[in-house]
T-cell receptor, first 110, second 116 residues
């Protein structure tokens, strides 16, 4: 089942902060975040694993609440280059495939 | 190193025609994924392979869709016959076996398919 992302869209000014949420009705083993710019392919940002391990982007942070089956992506001091659509992808157990949410469109204005 | 390569980048065809999309994964990667992206349905996994073997094809919409991976460096997604509702961007992605969870996926540039 597809994870639910919120908000669907957000507009902010350069330098402002944003939080994007991802929640699932299934028990999760890992949560993956990708960013897609218009007309381009999704690009990997971060993986969060059950148990607290993380791998990913230097300037973007995220959290993973295993009990609530939720993850949040924190974009601080947004830059113009952060604009794009952010997708969370979830994996249950040892499955290697991801199920992606519907995306959050982030627009950063000067 | 070259990333994931897909061809063609754009395909316009008429309903009923056969369409073949091609993908070359990153050398050494052992997982290959085919996705379809539309405004209505988002990013959907169609099928994925591990070491050239199809593992899960439950996302393939119907029998008109088929995928093959004859070797580690090449995969095809075929639609026969094509229909207007197949119009979408098709992405191929590859990844390397990681630890205890799926590893990062590297996406190709996609093929934009338009079926008239």
């Amino acid at each position: 089942q597809q994870p639910v992302q919120s908000p669907q869209a957000v507009i902010l000014r350069e330098g402002e902060d944003a939080v994007i949420n991802c929640s699932s009705s299934k028990a999760l083993y890992s949560v993956h975040w990708y960013r897609q710019k218009h007309g381009e392919a999704p690009v990997f940002l971060m993986i969060l694993l059950k148990g607290g391990e993380q791998k990913g982007h230097e300037k973007i942070s995220a959290s993973f609440n295993e009990k609530k089956q939720q993850s949040s992506l924190y974009l601080t001091a947004s830059q113009l280059s952060y604009s794009g659509t952010y997708f969370c992808g979830t994996a249950a157990g040892s499955a290697r495939q991801l199920t992606f949410g519907s995306g959050t469109q982030l627009t950063v204005l000067p | 190193d070259a990333g994931v390569i897909q061809s063609p980048r754009h395909e316009v065809t008429e309903m009923g025609q056969e369409v073949t999309l091609r993908c070359k994964p990153i050398s050494g990667h052992d997982y290959l994924f085919w996705y379809r992206q539309t405004m209505m349905r988002g990013l959907e996994l169609l099928i994925y392979f591990n070491n050239n073997v199809p593992i899960d094809d439950s996302g393939m919409p119907e029998d008109r869709f088929s995928a093959k991976m004859p070797n580690a460096s090449f995969s095809t997604l075929k639609i026969q016959p094509s229909e207007p509702r197949d119009s979408a961007v098709y992405f191929c992605a590859s990844s390397l076996t990681g630890g205890r969870a799926p590893n990062e996926q590297f996406f190709g540039p996609g093929t934009r398919l338009t079926v008239l």
